[in-house]
């Protein structure tokens, strides 16, 4: 799509904030007001619109990205999925060897698992390889409810959290800034930087992890702008 307006701009309406083209309402895909709850988060998507070169890039504009998934498609069936990470996170599938990336799975991961014992009040069964291991009933409940009970702006910022990094426990931990973003990215990679540290430096692969970095950490700020 071509660059059709000169000036984008955020501007109070009922129900929060919404942003305007050349002062005509910006719609969401499905044609419903583009509406935000906060005027930071309505100003970055101004921002966005307006670095806008003269062909649309979705790919330079998640906080619109994200904020028309909360508004069109952020809903039950988004939090069901989403909660069913829960039933084989990440953080407790674990290396058997070498030494070093067990021990550096152990102090990231357990953080991660920690946090979200103390928050949730769960437990969790991890293992050493990739056979699945049922979670607690409980957990699994408790989880699910955590997930459900999120607003839909906040929901849609979780889905890439969760789906990026195959883990339900770093995307609450992000969405509930428990824990610093970058920290949890370190976290949930350590598989794919343990690998190009033993076999060297690729480039394509090192742009997919960064690609993948870009998109969490824009999730990430998406939740700093709803506060």
């Known amino acids: 799509m071509k660059r059709f307006w000169k000036e984008a701009a955020a501007a109070p309406v ?5 942003i305007t083209l050349d ?3 910006l719609k969401t895909p499905a044609r419903t007001a583009l509406v935000v709850p906060t005027r930071a988060l309505a100003d ?3 921002a966005e619109w307006n670095a806008s070169g003269e062909t649309i890039d979705p790919r330079a504009m998640p906080m619109t990205g994200l904020a028309n998934a909360a508004i069109d498609r952020a809903g039950g069936e988004i939090a069901t999925g989403l909660a069913r990470f829960g039933e084989s996170d990440l953080t407790c599938y674990r290396a058997a060897d ?13 953080a991660l698992l920690g946090w979200a014992r103390r928050r949730y009040d769960v437990d ?12 607690p009933p409980e957990t699994i409940r408790h989880l699910g409810q955590a997930v459900h009970s999120l607003d839909p702006f906040r929901l849609a910022a979780l889905a890439p959290l969760v789906t990026i990094s195959g883990s339900l426990v770093a995307g609450l931990a992000v969405v509930e800034q428990a824990i610093p973003a970058d920290a949890v990215w370190d976290a949930v990679t350590i598989d794919e930087q343990w690998q190009l540290e033993q076999w060297g430096s690729d480039a394509e692969a090192e742009a997919m992890i960064e690609a993948r970095r870009i998109e ?9 702008l709803l506060n």
């Open 14 to 18: 009922d129900g929060g904030f919404g």
């Open 23 to 25: 002062g005509k309402p």
């Open 44 to 46: 970055a998507i101004a």
């Open 98 to 110: 070498p030494e070093p990336l067990v021990d550096r799975q152990t102090k990231a991961w357990d």
């Open 124 to 135: 969790f069964a991890t293992c050493s390889g990739i056979i699945h291991v049922p979670q």
């Open 216 to 224: 969490f950490l824009a999730a990430s700020r998406f939740v700093e």
